[in-house]
């Protein structure tokens, strides 16, 4: 089955630019990697709920079953950031003076629609996912178009350095201060605790930013597949995507060619976009060959439901020109 | 006895001077050295922990914070200092913006 070479690691991201079929592709591999016997998770961020409609029924964010051994997740990246601000939120109410309760509360309602909220609120979920992955034998991520993914998965690189500055500069609060404790007396340094929550906490989100970048940059563990069209502009983005990958260490998996032309297209106008499409796929030879690739036919219907998926499945084939049977 | 009394009396004049000596250097080397001393690593204290409030919260003074997000949960530890900097700073009030500590 062509489906396999994606199916070799225990992570698998599907992503692409938008409109090229991620979300069909993801579900039959993820569909596929349940029919071999995996205990598969399909994770979809697509806060449109494409997922669901593809299965025909409604999805949350808890795992749902769907096929024998298939569950899938439908995460909301703004109700992924209502719960963030929500946790925080209790913990404030624990730590903060009661008198300044009502007034962080409030900020943090600021920050909760704040640009980058829901992109570091849906990551923290990816790694909590990644994570808690013991549960699965495979999990598949559906993500978003491709733009909106990179930034994701750049994001504990950048973070890290981020929070890394932030735990440098804690330090030296925490030496002044005791440096400060030890010259003043224990009284005149009341409220400088020995141990720093700040910092700890810091160096706790340091630490799950490493785990969760370890986890996708490792080859054996994690592989990012893309699909494309044979079109000229998502060649292009993806030609560029797996540059930015390879900056940030992520291993590629492979290209899915979705949406390839029948080989003897009936009509004048689907046969001037085969003789074109001959050379977009020229071209994804050329530049992405070393790669393993797959081509998926273009379908007659959109494929619905798990059997449409698993037929779509069984269509997808190694080589670009249709095998003759 | 007057003798042995009077002996006495400037023994222990002697050490009391000799305490009040010790005390006057010990106060010398406080205000000389440690007093200064004390300060500076107090006022390197509150700099530090004030650029630390900076960087955290760097988007009250419209500065983007690309970690606003995870800086987010510091807040119930952070709230208090912010109180103390604007009070040093000489504002009685909290600076527009920023939270609305009083």
Redesign the interface.
Known sequence: MSLDPFLLRPIVFFGGKGGVGKTTLAAAAALHSASGGARTLLVSTDPAHSTGDLFGTDLGPQPSSVAAGLWVAEIDPALEAQAYIDDVKDRVEQATPPRLVAEVERQLDVARVSPGAEEAALFERFARIMEESGRFERIVFDTAPTAQTLRLLSLPELMSAWISGLISRRRKVTTLGRMWRNVAGAAAAEGIEATDPILEALEERMERFNKARATLTDPERTAFTFVVVPERLPILETHRAMGTLARYGIPVGGLLVNQVLPDKPDGRFLRRRKEREAGYLAEIQYRFGDWPSAYVPLLDEDPRGVAGLRRLASLVRTDPAEESD | MRSGKGRLSSDTSFWSALRCRLQSAREIYEGVY?AP??ST??R??LR??D??LI??FS?LLGVPN???????????????QFHSWHLRMGMEQPPEGG???C
């Open positions: 440690m001393y004390r690593i107090h390197e204290y530090q922990r650029l630390f960087l955290g988007d690309p970690v606003q997000f995870y800086t987010l949960e510091l807040l119930p530890d952070l709230i208090d939270f609305r500590c």
